[in-house]
């Protein structure tokens, strides 16, 4: 696996990877050996059939009358919560990706559950993981903060207004994408209204829409949105045939709707993202909906490798 690493195939835009509680010092190992070991492998074991089986029923959910749909994301908000404790750090990732055949990940940090220092240090130390920085908000200086990280190896920003609880016209939000302008790299948005006040502060801060001032004004800038607008992903289709610097990432939609995604814009525009740990398994879910899509004829060989890997590979050495 870790010859391919110098040409990878698959790439997983949208990762996370939090701190090891019991051994912060080990940046997110955990012996895979021993008592401990073992009885997590076990747990895994148990929990990724009824995990995996809540990241299908999940893309049902968006079909539900608004009311019920914003009771039941709650409740999906504190699922995956368990799934952390036996799936989560740097070595279960790798375990993770080298079961799935995934050759390198995006980490994607989540101040201050998941620090940028976190993200950069485990990045450094695996040459298969690219660092994702995502400022705090109240950062008295972010640009200087956001070409620091930049400087030392960070590939991509990240915005999550839905979190930072802070409008899209935000000025500490256009501070930072002049930066990310500037130095050319791309920025991930958080996108798709999720009705859990457990993970976001202001939920509609993440509908897609609210950031088409962002796409005209950086047009030069590549944005992702991350899980294509979630419970509306024909939003996020539409904001992107208009607008050809958006990109967007599968985690969360079924192939159906990935299917649906490369019909309207083409398959150069879409990233295979997973959004691991949340509800466990879904790497193995994720790609095999791209490959369902394939078996299927909705997708060809050469779209499929595209979404895979290449138009990761491609976003990331263009810098
Ligand atoms: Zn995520």
Not at 31 to 43: D, E, M, T, W
Not at 114 to 139: A, W
Not at 285 to 308: F, M, W
Request: proline letters at 8%.
């Amino acid at each position: 696996m870790e010859s391919s690493s110098q040409n990878p195939k698959i790439v997983d835009s949208h990762v996370h990877v939090f701190p090891n509680l019991i051994r912060p010092d080990l940046i997110g190992k955990l012996p895979i050996a021993g008592p401990l070991g073992r009885l997590r492998a076990k747990a895994r074991e148990l929990w990724t059939p009824l995990s995996s089986s809540m990241h299908y029923s999940q893309t049902v959910l968006r079909h539900l009358p608004e009311s019920a749909r914003q009771k039941l994301d709650e409740l999906s908000g504190v699922a995956p919560i368990l799934g952390l404790f036996i799936e989560s750090t740097a070595s279960d990732l790798v375990q993770a990706m080298d079961r799935a055949g995934v050759d390198s990940a995006w980490v994607i940090a989540h101040p201050p559950l998941i620090s940028n220092e976190f993200v950069m240090t485990l990045c450094e130390r695996n040459p298969r993981l690219h660092p994702v920085v995502n400022i705090p908000k109240n950062t008295p200086r972010p640009a200087t903060q956001l070409k620091s990280f930049v400087k030392h190896g960070a590939k991509l920003l990240k915005i999550h207004p839905a979190a930072d609880g802070l409008p899209p016209e935000s000025p500490f939000y256009k501070k930072l994408l002049k930066t990310a302008s500037d130095l050319g790299i791309p920025v991930i948005i958080h996108t798709g209204c999720i009705h859990s006040h457990l993970l976001y502060k202001t939920p509609e801060f993440a509908c897609a829409e609210l950031f088409t001032p962002w796409f005209k004004e950086y047009a030069q800038t590549r944005f992702i949105l991350a899980h294509m607008n979630f419970h509306q992903p024909h939003i996020a289709f539409d904001l992107a045939e208009e607008h050809l610097n958006l990109y967007m990432d599968t985690s969360w939609q079924p192939a159906e709707v990935i299917g649906e995604s490369v019909r309207r814009l083409g398959a150069e525009r879409i990233l295979f993202g997973s959004d691991w740990p949340f509800i466990g398994g879904n790497l193995d879910v994720g790609l095999a909906r791209i490959r369902d899509c394939v078996n299927s004829g909705t997708l060809n060989a050469e779209q499929s490798k595209l979404i895979l890997g290449e138009n990761a590979i491609k976003l990331l050495t263009k810098i």
